[in-house]
């Protein structure tokens, strides 16, 4: 079965697979859930995709594969066109590729975090997640509300995190570990402080940024792509 659709004015035919069941258990959904999508077909990248869901009402999930997104929306309020959710693909073991090495799938499995409850200095921890096959979570400015509302639907054990970024090369110029800019203005109150001259490395607590001393030892996030 083949089913066509116009939205954003293009035609798009998605192709009919038995996926309901996946997404149903992937996704803890109750089984009186209706499902809704919209498509939309331009180049789009993953994280596009996933503010894509995020500025959509009731959105519950994405699913972005060849430049193609995916949104699934459990809310009809929003405009969004109703279909039969057997005409909707979604990658059904996305999920379990997170999972792997205690990883937690978030963002419709564009993102794989995992919480270290552990306690290790920034520099350990960097370590840590390299190991894993990804980094210390990195939140830059375009994608910092996406990464935050995410985090804010897993359950994590405290509220201080170190992350990946810091201003140990020259005071004051914050950097993520990919040597972009932290441009955001989400600091927790007066931070940064570089209390005591020493602070230069990024936390998050509260789900806000903090500067912290990279010596001192505290839980931290990994992330890495799931695809
Ligand atoms: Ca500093
Ligand atoms: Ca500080």
Redesign the pocket.
């Known amino acids: 079965m083949k089913t066509g659709i116009i939205i954003y004015g293009l035609f798009v035919t998605i192709s009919c697979s038995q996926i309901k069941d996946a997404i149903y258990q992937n996704y803890n959904l109750p089984s009186s859930a209706k499902m809704f999508y919209s498509v939309k077909k331009d180049d789009t990248s993953r994280i596009s995709c996933g503010e894509l869901c995020f500025s959509s009402e009731g959105c519950l999930l994405f699913y972005w594969n060849n430049s193609s997104c995916y949104i699934l929306n459990t809310d009809d309020s929003s405009g969004i066109q109703s279909v039969d959710i057997t005409s909707v693909y979604v990658k059904g073991d996305l999920k379990d590729q997170c999972n792997l090495d205690g990883y937690m799938t978030i963002l419709g499995g564009v993102l794989c975090i995992k919480e270290y409850t552990k306690r290790d200095d920034w520099f350990a921890a960097n370590v840590t997640c390299n190991q894993d096959g990804g980094q210390l979570l990195v939140m830059k400015t375009n994608v910092f509300h996406l990464k935050l509302e995410a985090l804010k639907t897993i359950p994590l054990a405290g509220d201080k995190y170190n992350i990946g970024g810091s201003d140990q090369i020259t005071e004051g110029d914050w950097r993520w570990t990919d040597d972009s800019p932290v441009t955001t203005e989400e600091w927790?109150g007066r931070?940064?402080?570089?209390?005591n001259g020493v602070?230069h490395c990024l936390q998050l607590k509260s789900l806000k940024l903090?500067?912290?001393n990279c010596v001192r030892s505290f839980p931290f996030l990994c992330e890495k792509q799931s695809i």
């Open positions: 927790l931070n940064p402080n570089n209390k602070e903090n500067d912290i």
